[in-house]
Structure formats: C-alpha cells, structure tokens
C-alpha cells in the first residue's frame, strides 16, 4: 500500500491530500495539506491522480514568480498542470462519445490559475481539457507529457509555416525542446537544434536535420553553419537577444516566458502561453495519437512518492534531467 493510499484512508469521506505551499520560497516550503475533495461540474470529469508531472512552471509557482496569479486567494497553493489519473466521476453534460466514463485511464491538462492544480489525489477538470491516455505509456510516463507537449504544439500553430521552412529550436534536447524538434520534422519543416553537444545523437534520433552546440556566439555560429538565416527560432532556452541575430528579416521568435526586447528587422516576437490551449481537446487527442504512432517520443519518467514533492523539487532545481520527474500519489499501474 503506498503512503497516498493509507494517508487517505485516515482522512475519511469528503478529504482529500494535496502537496502545496502557504508561503513561497524553495522547495522546502511544500508539504502536504487536507482540502475538501473535488466534485465535478456539469463538463467536468473528477479524477482520481496516479501522479503528476513535476514541471519547471511549478517552480516558478513555488518561488513565487508567478505570485500574481493568487492575488487575494487564500493558500495553500497548489502546482502541478498535467496528471496521470483515472476517472471516478462524469458531469452530465459531458459527451458520451470522448469515452470518459468510470474506470478509464486519462491524461489531463491542468490550468492552477487561480485554482488548485495537479499535485492532488483528486482533481475536477473540464472534459475537454482531458483525454484517454495512450495505450502504450505507463501512468507515470502519462503523467509528464502533455504540458510540454501542448507547449510545442501551440508554438508550431503560431508560426504556421510552410512545409520546408527552417525553424530553430533552442534548448532542443529538454522536454519542450525535444517535442519542438519532432513536431516539426513531422511537419516537414527543416529543424535545426541548438543544445548540448553530448545531445546531438538525441536530436538526430528525434528528428533535427542540423546540429549546432550551445555556448557563446550562437547566432554566428548558426549562420555559418546554414549559410542563411532561419525563418523562425523556438526558443526554449531563452536566449532571447542572443539568437535573435539569426533570424531573417520579418520572421518569427516565439518566447514562452516575458521578454520585452525588441530585435527590429520586422521580426515578430510572439508572447506564448499553453494555457490558451487548456480546453483544446482536438490538440490534445492528437498529442495523444502522435504518442501512440511514434511520432511523440516519451521520456522515461523519475517517480518520487508525493510525500517527497521537496526531493523532487530540489531535483528539478540541480537541472541536466532528460528523464520526467513525476509525483506518484498512488502505485497505480496499467
């Protein structure tokens, strides 16, 4: 029996045990608190949470970055945007042709704000942020794709470019980078990627039809590896000014957290957010798909138990990963 499973057979009807925090600060502030359990709404679907993926935006909501999101609510407060989980209860408007019903194996995107997120034994989502789970993924490796996933996914759909167009990929061979660079050569876009140089071999399985490594005066260096500039670069590195040099004139730069530089040239610096996309269910079906064809590559996942949320944050913190850390709150398996 795992510790989620007999903690909350101590709790009793309507509780339920989420790793949060009162105050923010290092991973040390999270701990485990009792909340009343969550019922679903009308379009909703209630979960039960085998684990959720441990993601650098839930660092930033540790920390207190993102502390304007709980402005005048009160804690504890909850991380966590993408669960592995079965499903316990369906909303009565919820449509029966998606397959969530009772017992069914799920991955779900979780949008924390101003609400509490994935780090929950029980969670209430909208249906149509949920999805059947691919088939050939355990809950733990379930449980750590999908925010990264949605984060590539809505970065390709801002840029829609044409097929044979060159797009760079910063930070390639971390979770969002790796996604950028198959999503892409999916699409049939030339992808360059730019990250360690002992994750070339990585890339290169993953799709990148050029290489460069990392370090200083990359945009030089990307110029003259390709001779010309590239028609977009996803910067999931956040390189910001320091790659902006090898971008053609009128292209693109998609950024995923602030920067308020502005490169000239016509260049577009387009402000990104994957929570624009937490009631997509079309895209995350299809992220689904892509993971049971191949297209997708999971990571193997690193399981720390949810009462050891300040071990896998301190994990998270010390960097160099290319496994996914999850919190497993259960020891479901399928």
Excluded: C
Aim: hydrophobic share 45%.
């Amino acid at each position: 029996m795992s510790l989620a499973t007999s903690h909350r057979e101590k709790l009793g009807n309507g509780r339920m045990k989420v790793i949060g925090l009162r105050e923010f600060g290092g991973p040390e502030v999270l701990q485990s608190f009792e909340l009343p359990d969550s019922h679903p709404g009308a379009e909703e679907v209630r979960l039960r949470v085998h684990a959720a993926g441990v993601n650098p935006v839930d660092a930033m909501v540790r920390s207190g970055q993102l502390e304007q999101m709980y402005t005048g609510l009160t804690p504890p407060f909850v991380p966590g945007m993408e669960v592995a989980g079965t499903v316990e209860e369906v909303g009565s408007d919820v449509d029966p042709r998606w397959g969530l019903v009772p017992g069914a194996h799920v991955v779900g995107f979780v949008d924390n704000a101003g609400r509490h997120g994935g780090y929950s034994e029980y969670l209430a989502l909208p249906a149509r942020s949920v999805a059947i789970a691919p088939s050939n993924a355990s809950a733990a490796e379930t449980a750590g794709f999908l925010n990264n996933a949605l984060t590539a996914h809505n970065v390709l759909d801002a840029f829609r470019l044409p097929e044979g167009a060159t797009l760079l990929v910063t930070g390639a061979a971390g979770s969002v980078g790796g996604y950028l660079v198959e999503l892409g050569a999916a699409a049939g876009l030339r992808v360059v990627a730019v990250a360690a140089e002992e994750d070339a071999d990585l890339l290169g399985s993953l799709g990148a039809h050029a290489f460069i490594p990392r370090g200083p005066g990359i945009a030089l260096r990307v110029l003259d590896e390709l001779g010309t500039r590239v028609d977009a670069v996803a910067d999931a590195a956040l390189l910001h000014e320091q790659i902006a040099p090898a971008v053609r004139d009128g292209a693109q730069i998609g950024i995923l957290r602030s920067w308020d530089g502005d490169p000239g040239r016509g260049i577009k610096v387009k402000h990104l957010n994957v929570r624009e996309r937490r009631t997509d269910r079309d895209a995350i079906v299809r992220l689904r798909d892509q993971v049971e064809d191949g297209t997708l590559t999971l990571r193997a996942a690193m399981p720390f138990d949810a009462d050891d949320a300040v071990a896998a944050h301190a994990r998270l913190e010390q960097g160099g990963l290319r496994e996914r850390i999850v919190l497993a709150f259960d020891n479901e398996a399928w």
